[in-house]
């Protein structure tokens, strides 16, 4: 592709609903979950426009527009949740209420596949409360956290650095904000590598995908292993 030239900007509220057909378009069928359950893309065009417009009211949001064109390329919806650490004894996570809180919003009968999607959401978010504490005081048990929870570029757009771009001018709105803990669950190799190799986050948890997601071996040749929780500290 020849070199563009792209603006990145936090997301207006009254952008929902292109952000959400964008996303609805080039995340979840990109997915490596999404795409070994084989997730219908109506059980999720209920719930998720809502969702997406909730998000961009907290002002936190990136998209890259080409300039040019003045198409959207890349996205980072992050939200900005209140995280209650118990002891630093504490071994037990909350698993950030289901899985996003999804668990809440889905039909079972009708939406069966996001639900299973939902609960092992809530599985991978069971981190122990310790493992924060390289990063948070133990003076402090109730802190912000700013965290990523979806982040898509467009295909054609590949290669050149967007999602990382996207997840640093994120973090550039997390200071602003006065947050200095950052976070984010992946489930592909491609976001971990983002999030781990060029912008710094740590892992504090992972699982093996393969043990609650068996068809997972079967998407891109084996390459998605793990689900991971990272944290970064500004």
């Known amino acids: 592709m020849a070199k563009v030239q792209l603006e990145y900007s936090v997301i207006p509220s009254t952008k929902a609903p292109e952000i959400s057909d964008f996303l609805l378009k080039n995340f979840f069928p990109n997915e490596p979950i999404s795409r070994a359950l084989g997730l219908p893309i109506n059980q999720v065009s209920r719930w998720f426009p809502s969702q997406v417009s909730d998000c961009l009211q907290q002002e936190a949001s990136i998209y890259a527009v080409d300039k040019k064109t003045g198409e959207t390329v890349g996205v980072a919806i992050n939200i900005i949740v209140q995280k209650t650490l118990q002891s630093t004894q504490s071994k037990d996570g909350d698993g950030e209420k289901e899985g996003r809180g999804l668990l809440e919003i889905l039909d079972p009968k009708t939406e069966s596949v996001m639900v299973d999607i939902a609960k092992f959401l ?89 043990s609650h997601i068996p068809k997972i071996q079967e998407i891109d040749s084996g390459m998605h292993k793990k689900g991971r929780i990272l944290l970064k500290k500004l």
């Not at 990523?148 to 996207?166: D, E, M, N, S």
């Open 122 to 210: 809530g599985i991978l978010n069971q981190t122990p409360d310790i493992a924060y504490r390289k990063h948070v005081p133990d003076s402090i048990n109730s802190f912000s956290s700013f965290n990523c929870i979806y982040l898509a570029v467009l295909p054609t757009y590949g290669g050149l650095g967007i999602g990382k771009r996207l997840v640093d001018e994120s973090l550039i709105v997390a200071k602003q904000k006065g947050i200095t803990l950052c976070q984010v669950d992946t489930t592909s190799e491609f976001s971990y590598r983002i999030f781990h190799k060029h912008c710094g986050y740590e892992v504090i948890r992972e699982i093996e995908l393969s």
